[in-house]
């Protein structure tokens, strides 16, 4: 094939990725190099304008990418090579996908004429990753490399946002044509709406201020659209209770009383008994998860009118039928209810609403995440109380998955967006330590830990090395009770209590395997050493420690709604 | 109940596969799906027959839109519209059955495109239930192989689907 030359100096495609990721603004690439990438990688060494971090597994290249972006708002890149740099990358891929989360894959390609042909680390890349990116490309022709990126960069941030792949072939890098970034890109056949209409505005606040017992419950898409000042402005202008789901953490400080803590399977009893006996209920850049409502059948409540607005119309209507719909940017749609409300001459029933928060009093009485701690045992839900009280609430926190999970998310309160990081669709067990990484390069001077199981760590465990490496000072809480936790808590309660290769047997000394990495640790048995170590830990900016505490190994996580039951079948920890 | 979208989307590489895994993965039906490129090269048009409640045919729409190079979705059993579906059908004709099988074809407005000693080759057009009742009338044993091309649907009147 004969390429058109353009005029203007003659790039290759390896020079035209490295200078498309800067003109994007890209501070750091977390990658893994391979032979289909070595162009590219021959380019970042002759830059400065950002930093490569090389990882030790492609999987933890996308998870750090992922947690650069949760907790920053940029966009996060990596970089992988073809065949099994792909599919070690897909699991990250789909846990941001899962999450909504703005990255960019770069990942290359075995030259175009061996496309096909069954060639040394090839696979379809596209293919593999289509049901698990928002979008990806293939690119044939050098001359389409820079309107590609740009096109990725723009549909990964704008709309729901998402991952996008560019899959590009060897030789592609190698080609040469003339180089101009576009400054704007607009597509035909992406055009995301992102403005919510205005009579439906209306009519959400007029129902809004017509309720009599109102919940307001918003999810992830107030922290990826950046719109905590507006729905905290929002909550504390109407007076009404306010949920945050597993992904929305942080949307509205968790310390103030109006918060009710999290909905869903383990959430508090107060915020699972005002989804449900609501008479309006307002749903937030959220999704009526399977894990937050139970069954859809039993949520259902005669006369109760549900508002929900989202930017993805496929997510209204999805699980639960609503009353309003309303499609548009979170942040935008709260900022138009607000000035509404200001106008308004009708103000919030007060008489009802007092009523209301007396009910849900109530329920908070039953003070669902009492535990009964020991002075025996090291209780989990104690260590993240005094993480809590140590970081003054203020830290960065990542999670694996599982019970330190939901532990994490219940003790540790969330007063900022963008503090809690961890894979809530996917529930992707692995990601806490690079996602504790991509936070702090993200986060340079602040406070990180990594709240983990002795299961999930050691399944990304091979990321010290890069910490090491790179100097990277995160803390991480292994809350190590010697079992698959959830697993053995469902096996507790749905199977007989048949313990099926839920025990953890035979596990490393994690306070030796630190030190092997280059780093510190400490092994903490007694309740009465948690404090002094977490306090050790944290004094010490500038090093990583593993704190490996030996947790109760019978403890489970409450409330609980069991799978496919309704919200108000709640286990709670005083009724076993 | 059955729908009929009609899809314009890029003519793009891979564009066709985004759809069919879309159906797969989230457990939709596609009776059938029939795509070209439309007048415009840089666009083809894609009719998909499937069937579901509202609510399924709801999603399935949000859905499609969704897909990065879908550029305009409408369900054409919306409103009033034409649908067509070709069939090439090649029966056993011979001896005494031929004139037989030919007066079918003529009833049908069938066009016989190919004949051999002991066959027909038949083109039909039509609506699906045309098409099923064809081959209905015809002995199942004289039914040596046939190819359908599944619907392709256009709005009636003044209803058009275009950029």
Redesign the interface.
Known sequence: MTQKTTPGPQLTGAEIVVRCLAEEGVKFVFGYPGGAVLNIYDEIFKQDKFKHVLVRHEQAAVHAADAYSRSSQDVGVCLVTSGPGVTNAVTGIATAYMDSVPIVIISGQVPTHAIGQDAFQECDT??IT??CV??NF?VKDVRDLAVTIKKAFY?ARTGRPGPVLVDIPKDVTANKCAFEYPREIS????QPQGKGHGGQIKKAVQLLLDAKRPMIYTGGGIILNDAAPELTRLVRRLGYPITNTLMGLGGYPATDPQFLGMPGMHGTYEANMAMQECDVLIAIGARFDDRVIGNPGHFYREGRKIIHIDI???SI??RVRVDVPIVGYVKDVLAEMNDLIDASEKQPDQAALKAWWTQIKTWQAKECLKYRNSDEVIKPQFVVQKLYEITGGDAFITSDVGQHQMWAAQYYKFDKPRRWINSGGLGTMGVGLPYAMGVQLAHPDATVACITGEASIQMCIQELSTCRQYHIPVKIVNLNNRYLGMVRQWQEFFYGNRHAESYMDALPDFVKLAEAYGHHGIRIEKPGDVEGALREAFKHREKLFFLDFITDQTENVFPMVPGGKGLTEMILAEEL | MRHILSVL??NE??AL??VV?LFS?RGYNIDSLTVSPTEDATMSRMTIVTHGND?VI??IT??L??L????KVVDLTDGNHIERELMLVKVRAAGKDREEIKRMADIFRGRILDVTSKSYTIELTGDGSKLDAFLAAIEPEFILETVRTGASGIGRGERILK?
């Open positions: 596209v293919g289509r049901p928002k979008h293939l549909i597509m035909r056949s992406y993805d119309p496929s209507s999805k | 989307l890029e590489p891979g596969s985004r895994g993965a609510d709801e999603q949000k859905q839109n969704k990065i190079e879908v550029v950029i």
